[in-house]
């Protein structure tokens, strides 16, 4: 039961980090490389408040605010007027990227820090004591997935998002504003970000490239998910299922790179399997 446990909450985690940069990739048709650099943003608005002695629930809706106010400075000055060049585009969010890392350790330090997790202690599933943490990290994931899908489905922005995703210039030609969308979306996929380093922070020690990481594993389950919330959860829970049972019964090491392989392995052989999920 807890390597069950384990998968499920491990997918969950992947999916969380995921998902903004996935959001960014439907619409704007660009990978979003400092995204690693806003997870890193939202971790230390964690520390931040545990060093203040603040409420550590602060730190999400801090965390989310900053993301996408920073994530609009970001399109509006950066990506927009590369949107016609997206190999520049991606080139300069990692140079954004490296820049905001240098600027959490020239204000923080190199120092690694620790936060308080925003529930304490363990639960009983089936006679199996657990985390009441990482269980906390499933409904997170749930509620983010869930929330996507009516943004999409039940809102004026997302069926816009979904019109421009489909075709751009048919949409600007029905009247929508793809620059609102496009800023929108970037705006809530950099707050996610961010979100998501707020949620890491308890399982993992925080510092300036904790970001970098992760960025590696979302990025490579976004190419294999395409522009699919469905196909992105789905590959989470397989891929995160192999680097548990990896990291369980091989080694931590190794299972810290089996979602990259395997990611790269599917690309190569089935690059469009997960998107038809």
């Known amino acids: 039961m807890t390597l069950l446990l384990d998968i499920i909450s491990t997918a969950a985690i992947l999916f969380i980090v995921a998902a903004g940069l996935l959001a960014i990739f439907g619409v704007l048709k660009i990978?979003?490389?400092?995204?690693?650099?806003?997870?890193?943003?939202?971790?230390?608005?964690?520390?931040?408040?545990?060093?203040?002695?603040l409420n550590p629930w602060f730190a999400l809706p801090l965390a989310f605010i900053l993301g996408a106010l920073l994530g609009g400075l970001t399109e509006r000055f950066i990506v927009r007027p590369l949107y016609r060049r997206p190999l520049d585009a991606i080139l300069a969010t990692w140079g954004l990227g490296i820049v905001i890392g240098?600027?959490?350790?020239?204000?923080?330090?190199?120092?690694?820090?620790?936060?308080?997790?925003?529930?304490?202690?363990?639960?009983?599933?089936?006679?199996?004591?657990?985390?009441?943490?990482?269980?906390?990290?499933?409904?997170?994931?749930?509620?983010?997935?869930?929330?996507?899908?009516f943004l999409l489905d039940g809102t004026r922005l997302g069926l816009s998002a979904q019109a421009v995703i489909m075709n751009e210039a048919l949409a600007r030609a029905l009247g929508i504003d793809t620059e609102?969308?496009?800023?929108?979306?970037?705006?809530?996929?950099?707050?996610?970000?961010?979100?998501?380093?707020?949620?890491?922070?308890?399982?993992?020690?925080?510092?300036?490239?904790?970001?970098?990481?992760w960025l590696t594993g979302a990025f490579m389950l976004v190419m294999v998910a395409?522009?699919?919330?469905?196909?992105?959860?789905?590959?989470?829970?397989?891929?995160?299922?192999?680097?548990?049972?990896?990291?369980?019964?091989?080694?931590?090491?190794?299972?810290?790179?089996?979602?990259?392989?395997?990611?790269?392995?599917?690309?190569?052989i089935r690059p469009k399997w997960f998107a038809r999920a």
Request: hydrophobic residues 55%; contains cysteine.
């Open 180 to 213: 609102k969308v496009r800023l929108a979306t970037f705006m809530a996929g950099a707050g996610l970000a961010a979100l998501a380093g707020v949620l890491l922070a308890p399982m993992t020690s925080v510092d300036p490239n904790m970001g970098v990481p």
């Open 102 to 149: 240098q600027l959490i350790t020239l204000w923080f330090g190199r120092d690694v820090h620790f936060t308080t997790a925003l529930m304490q202690g363990t639960v009983d599933v089936l006679g199996t004591s657990y985390s009441f943490y990482r269980l906390f990290a499933v409904l997170a994931a749930l509620a983010i997935g869930l929330g996507f899908a």
């Open 226 to 268: 395409g522009t699919s919330f469905g196909a992105l959860a789905v590959a989470c829970l397989l891929f995160g299922a192999a680097q548990v049972v990896v990291s369980t019964f091989l080694s931590p090491i190794l299972g810290g790179i089996t979602v990259a392989v395997l990611c790269a392995i599917t690309l190569r």
């Open 31 to 53: 990978i979003n490389f400092a995204h690693g650099a806003w997870l890193t943003v939202g971790a230390y608005c964690a520390v931040v408040t545990t060093e203040l002695g």
